[in-house]
């Protein structure tokens, strides 16, 4: 499957292009069609599936197509982390290059008064974490009357934060009419509720998690005495002819224990309470 299988329009598949993505993955290849057919979604997918530009190509795709300048957001995305909330306003910008709309994060720890002018310049797609959000709607600072799209995502993971009586307060105050997804990385029985009050007939999108870096390590246990330990390390770092080398301790002055001294190896050490400068 390429992804001008998928109906998504030129200035779209031009940017897929230059980012040299030729396939969509496999939570893209599911969802892409179902929102472009006006579906709710329930995703349970993870990160690093692809699943931002499986919810930001339809999304851009039908701003787009109905575009009007209406001043106020038309998207509205949750995410639980300033972090995630960057990251999927840059996937935005990047996906949408070729597109004649305005994209704006906003989250805690940083001023809020650039945020509120921001807004007040005209955002199509507002990208939030939950507390800011509330913060805004509190102060009357953003206009959510003209919301067509609503997104949770990691909802598992916002939910673990103690967001749910945010998320809810900000979904019954948007309109009845929109479409909404709710992407999560598990399903428990409170997100079952989230979506019980807030999707209608969604269509469920499960893509079963890759194996994780941690299923891909090789691990084994030796047994040795602690004299012993470091010569050890060493033996098996010559055996196995390894070039970067990872190594965690238990105390501080460990990690500075120089085994580098009779060997051709660069080391660093790092532990707590030192400038990381
Ligand atoms: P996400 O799960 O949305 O955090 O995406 C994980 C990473 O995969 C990001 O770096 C994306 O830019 C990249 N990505 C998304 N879709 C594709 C695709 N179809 N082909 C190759 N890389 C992709």
Redesign the pocket.
């Known amino acids: 499957m390429k992804?001008k299988e998928l109906n998504i329009i030129e200035p779209i598949l031009r940017v897929?292009e230059e980012?040299?993505?030729?396939?969509?993955?496999p939570?893209?290849e599911k969802t892409i069609p179902l929102l472009l057919e006006n579906n709710d979604i329930i995703g349970i997918?993870?990160?690093?599936?692809?699943?931002?530009?499986?919810f930001a190509i339809p999304i851009l795709q039908k701003l787009h197509q109905k575009l009007r300048k209406v001043g106020a957001p038309r998207a509205l995305i949750l995410a639980p982390t300033r972090e995630l909330a960057a990251?999927i306003s840059e996937?935005f910008k990047?996906y949408g290059k070729y597109l004649n709309l305005k994209n704006l994060a906003i989250y805690g720890g940083v001023g809020i008064t650039p945020q509120i002018r921001a807004l007040r310049s005209g955002v199509d797609i507002l990208i939030a974490t939950p507390g800011r959000l509330i913060d805004l709607m509190n102060q009357k600072k953003v206009n959510l009357e003209k919301v067509e799209f609503l997104v949770f995502d990691e909802a598992d993971r916002m939910l673990d934060m103690g967001f749910m009586k945010d998320v809810k307060k900000i979904a019954s105050s948007l309109p009845e009419e929109k479409q909404s997804l709710f992407f999560s990385a598990t399903m428990s029985n409170q997100i079952a509720e989230l979506t019980r009050n807030f999707l209608r007939n969604p269509k469920r999108v499960e893509i079963t998690p890759q194996a994780t870096p941690v299923d891909k390590i090789e691990q084994c246990v030796f047994f040795v005495d602690q004299k012993r330990k470091n010569e050890l390390l060493l033996d098996l770092i010559k055996q196995e002819k390894l070039d970067c080398v990872l190594v965690f301790v238990g105390m501080k002055h460990k990690a500075q224990w120089n085994f580098c001294r009779c060997n051709p190896w660069k080391q660093i050490a790092i532990s707590e309470n030192k400038s990381i400068k």
């Not at 980012?19 to 993955?25: L, R, S, V």
């Not at 990160?47 to 499986?54: C, D, E, Q, S």
């Open positions: 992804f897929l980012k040299g993505y030729i396939e969509p993955t939570i893209q997918a993870q990160t690093g599936t692809g699943k931002t530009a499986a990251q996937s990047v």
